[in-house]
Structures are given as structure tokens and as C-alpha cells.
């Protein structure tokens, strides 16, 4: 692959740096150019359509229930006296939470210098921008009266009142909006070199137009790249920041509250925490199947999959120190509503749900440590999957426990969901199932030109790169 | 060919090695309306062309200012101002009720900033440029490196820029036209 006709005395890196390429067998800079965007050429394959169409029903489904909680009112869902939010919060932390990975690949990671990153940031990146649109439906639905959603934004109402900037609902129509741009400006921008690889490949006339108009007549410049790599760590030094504002805030709107087992100061670190750890979870759910059907495993290695588990580990192991944390300050604040409260969650009419959250978020990724459940794939998803399971039961527990039981007992309840509910979060899958399968048909689903970035061709210094045995003893 | 309508000479080149190599020796050779075109960015090159530092930080710089300074304002505006309301006691500005969503403005100005920022430097889009309708110019996105010198440099000379290319190792060179 190199030009050097000379043979080539490497010294070999000490041990403990000798790390597995993270692209695969070698592969040629040519190779992924091909295997990626192959994957958007040709006519679609039987399994894309077969997952598209009920996607696309349950998108109908969800339409379907948003006009008839619209139409009719909140009344539809099982909402009621004393758990005034039920699936529509918990399902909106749900989904905001799993974007969180997205935007810790794409942004924390590249801080780190984690080059591993470059397989799996586009799809991940994807995913949070189709995770947070399902998330942002239920607090624009959940107010009940929709054509009055642009209370929420700094317009004054017809009384010329202003939104008021106290209360943290408010900062929360500011960090999730933001967060969306945010994430839409950053994976676009990581898409222009990559549409200009799919602008020079494109055979129809209709792709060429639709690729080089969204590739802005990226030429690879390196004058333009000097600029871009610049505007793009930039991008990651605000979104990391950004990331972990946005479920900090989303903790705030329970942690201002006087709700016992809301009212906690743990509730920002802890609650990122978990985003986290529900984000690499979906990603390793939708990421283990691709890698198989679209025979990625050069580029989304095993490796990959590895690290992935360990941070699944990590986070998922801070959220049951932060569980055991609640525990020891609702006994240490010697409250009684808080002692009340927590006791409630393990023990209490809704048992089931707290302990089905301990076995998927604490119990179960400790299997992580073991090396052989980190290589085995199948272990891996149903990890992932009940990662999910687990985070939403979190948010299950943290809402309808905290709130079933009152102050007043004449004020308890039992809170369940209508069918509504049920059809609407399915519906939400729908919306995002569509988006993501329309995403990896006609977008690249790896980061073309930062894979190549981190293979050894590129590399300036390195045999394969095209490095000479002189430039390499003038670097040593 | 004609000189007036020749944009510039292309050098093609098969290794990033090469490349930077070839920056080099352009870059030393006094030359100074030339680009590099690389699949991706390759490490080193901006030193080898002898490019400074990008000035993207300025305009995402501007941006988080303005962006603190407008939810902040706007705040006081809003809460303190135009129509103050007494909600649960509390003050009607406070820069600390005021700071979250001022600060995500920050993020959100900045990012703006930073992403047309760049594409202002780089004077994008642009649409049509005389490289994107050479066909074998295409593989930069592919594999291929490019090193081109516009006909614009004053040191510009067909025959020798052409040779020049050739010491440094390009295979294959081409004039590029208009």
C-alpha cells in the first residue's frame, strides 16, 4: 500500500501501547469510502422495507393519538389526582436521556481524544436527534391546551405577560431546544465532508443535486479543513458543557420541587449519569444488529463494542451508587415524609417497578466485568435491552412513586396508564424507528472521512501512510 | 493553453506522506495562492503549508457573548421590566433564576458562531468550482490526495510549476481550466 521500496526496521511500540487497529484487517482508505455508502446505493434490501412499514404504522398510531388527545384533552391518558405526571414525563426523560450518549460520543469523546469514537458517533448522533423529537412531543402535548405552546416561548400572551424565568420548566424549554440545534448543527457539520464523499459517488442526477447541495461544494481544502477542524472542536468544547446541562435541568424540574424523593441535590449528576448509561444502551441495541447485516465488523469492531460495555458499566454502576446514596440521606435527614418515601419505593404498592429498575440498571450490567459477556454479542444486546427497560422504570419510580402518596392520605392514590398512553409511546417508537431506517438509507452511517482519519494510511509518519525510513528516524 | 483561462496546475499524489512532503516544498518555494485536498484532514499539514491559526475561535467567541449578554437582558426584561410579576416571593431579577437559560444561549449563539464562522472563512457554499468538474479530481473524497497552485500566484508559470510538481513527486499533473 506504501511507495517505500526499501525494507522497513519499525522499532516496536512497548506492550501496553500495542492497541488493535480500529480499523479492521487493514482495510484501504478506497474500502471505506465503498462499504459505507454501498450501504446507501443500490435498491433497498426485503428487511429495510419490513421494518419501515410497521414503523411507519405505529407513526400513524402515534398521529393517530396525538389527534385524539388534542382533540379530546388530557383526560385520555390515565393522568389523575394525585400522579398529575405519568408516561408523559417519565417517556420524555425516557427519550431525552437515551440522546445523551449521542452527544457524549460525538463530544466528550472527542475532547478525550477517544479515537474509537469515529465508528459510531454519526449513527449515535442520529439517534439523539430522533431521540429528543420523540422526547419534545410529550412536554408540548402534556400541557393539555397545545395552541397555547408559545406561552413557553419569550412572547408575551395576549395579557402581555411575559414567561416568568423562576420556575424551572422554564429553563428547560431553553436546554432542550438548545440541545436540539445544538445537536443538529453539530451532526450536520460532521455530515458535510461525508456528503461530498456521497456528491462524488452519486450516479442520478437527482443525487448529485440532493448530496452536493447539502455538501456546500466541500472540496477537502485543507485550508477549509483548518477551519473546520477548528469550528468543529469548538462544537465539542460547547456541546460537553451543553450535555451536561440539559438532563441536569431536566433533574431540576423535580429537585426544586418539595416532593420527598424529589427534593435531592444528588439529582443532576445522578440523573446524567443514568442518561448516559440508557444512551449507550440504545446505541448497543441498534448498533449490534447494523454491524451484523451491514457487515461493519471492520469498522465497528469488537473492540468497539467492548468499550461500549465498560461505559455502560461505569454509568450504570454510578447510578446504583447514587440509588444507595438516596437511600442513606432519605435515613440520614431523619425527615419522615423522605424516610416515608423511599421506603415506599421498595416496598410499597409499586415494589415491582423499583425492583425491576435495581435488576436492569445495578444488577445486571455487572455481568460487564467479565470479559466474556462483553464479547459475546447476543449477551450484549439483551444487556442493552434491558439497560432501557431499567432507565425507564427509573423514571417510573421517581415519578408515580414520589407523587401516589400525598402529604394528606386522604390524597393517595394508585396511578395506572390508559390505553392511550400505552398506543402513544409505542407511536413514539414508530416516529423514531422511521427517522433512524430513512437515516441509515440514504445518509452514511459512519463518519467517513474521520474513520479514514484514524486508520494508519493516513498517517503521515507511519509506514503505511506512506512514511519513509528516513522521515521515520528525522521523527524518532 | 492559454494562460488566462487556466485556473491552476493539479498534482496528484498517493500517500499522505507524500502530500505533506509536497506541502512542504510548495510552501518553501514561496508560493502563495495553492491548496492541499485531502479525503480528510491530514495531521501536520497546516504547518506544512505554513497556515496559521484558524480564527473560527473569534467568531464562536462572539457569539457565546452575545448569547449570555441576550438571555440575561432579556430576563430582566422580561421578569423585572416590561411587566414584573411577584412570583412566590422571590426577587424579580436574579442573575442566578436568570443564568440557566442564559447559559444556554451561550452554548446556542457560540454554536452558531462557530458553525458559520467557518463556513464564512471558507467562503461556503459555493456551489460550482472549476476542481469539481474535473472528473479525476473526484477520488479526493475517495483516496486520493491533491496539491493544486492557482494560475493567480505571481510566481505562476506552467512549465516551471509544472516541474516543480514533478521534483516533489506527483505522478500525475494536470492543468485545471476555468
Known sequence: MGTHGTSLAIPEPPAELNRAPLVGNNRSLG???????????????????????????????????????????????????????????????????????????????????????????????????FAVMCAGIYPALHVGRVWYDWWLFPIPNS?????????????????????????????????????????????????????????????????????????????????????LSVHSIVSLDFAVSQVPGWHTTIFPPYFVAGAIFSGFGMVLTLLIPLRSIFKLEDIITKRHIDVMCKVTLATGSIVGYAYGMEFFIAWYSGSPYERYAFINRALGPYWWGYWTMIVCNVVVPQLFWIKAFRHNLVVVFII????????????????????????????????????????????????????????????????????????????????????????????? | MNKLNAYGIVAEFRTSADILHAAERVRDAGFRKWDVFTPFPVHGMDRAMGLRNSKVGWFAFLGGVVGYTTGMLMIWFMNAFDYPLVVGGKPMFSPFFAFPPSYELTILFGAFGSLFGMLFLNRLPRLHHPLLKNRRFALVTHDRFFLVIESADPKYSETETRILLEQVGSRHIEVVEE
Not at chain 1, 384533552?73 to 440522546?99: K, L, Q, R, S, T
Request: proline share 5%.
Open chain 1, 31 to 129: 474500502w471505506i469510502s465503498n462499504r459505507v455508502c454501498s450501504l446507501t446505493e443500490g435498491r433497498a434490501p426485503i428487511w429495510w422495507w419490513i421494518l419501515l412499514i410497521p414503523s411507519l404504522a405505529l407513526l400513524g398510531m402515534l398521529l393517530f393519538m396525538l389527534g385524539y388527545q388534542i382533540s379530546t384533552g388530557v383526560g385520555v391518558w390515565g393522568n389523575m389526582h394525585p400522579v398529575m405526571w405519568g408516561w408523559d414525563i417519565i417517556n420524555f426523560v425516557w427519550w431525552i436521556g437515551i440522546g445523551h450518549a449521542g452527544t457524549l460520543i460525538s463530544a466528550i469523546l472527542f475532547l478525550l481524544r477517544q479515537r474509537w469514537r469515529t465508528a459510531v458517533n454519526r449513527a449515535a448522533e442520529a439517534m439523539t436527534i
Open chain 1, 384 to 476: 442493552s435491552i434491558l439497560v432501557n427497560i431499567g432507565m425507564w422504570f427509573e423514571r417510573f419510580v421517581i415519578i408515580v412513586i414520589s407523587l401516589h402518596r400525598d402529604f394528606l392520605p386522604s390524597n393517595w392514590g394508585y396511578y395506572s396508564p390508559s390505553w392511550v398512553d400505552i398506543c402513544t409511546y409505542l407511536g413514539t417508537f414508530g416516529l423514531f424507528f422511521t427517522l433512524f431506517l430513512l437515516f441509515i438509507r440514504y445518509l452514511p452511517m459512519i463518519a467517513i472521512s474521520e474513520v479514514k482519519g484514524v486508520t494508519p494510511q493516513a498517517d503521515p509518519h507511519h509506514p503505511l501512510g506512506g512514511a519513509k525510513v528516513k522521515d521515520m528516524a528525522l521523527h524518532e
Open chain 1, 159 to 243: 395579557n402581555s405577560i411575559w414567561p416568568q424565568f423562576r420556575s424551572p420548566l422554564m429553563w428547560d424549554v431553553f436546554a432542550v431546544s438548545t440541545y436540539f440545534t445544538v445537536s443538529v448543527l453539530f451532526w450536520y457539520m460532521g455530515l458535510i465532508p461525508d456528503l461530498a464523499v456521497m456528491r462524488d459517488r452519486a450516479r442520478t442526477k437527482l443525487k448529485q443535486f440532493a448530496y452536493g447541495l447539502f455538501a456546500l461544494g466541500w472540496t477537502g481544502s485543507n485550508r477549509h479543513w483548518s477551519n473546520y477542524e477548528k469550528a468543529y472542536l469548538i462544537l465539542a468544547g460547547l456541546s460537553t458543557p451543553l450535555v
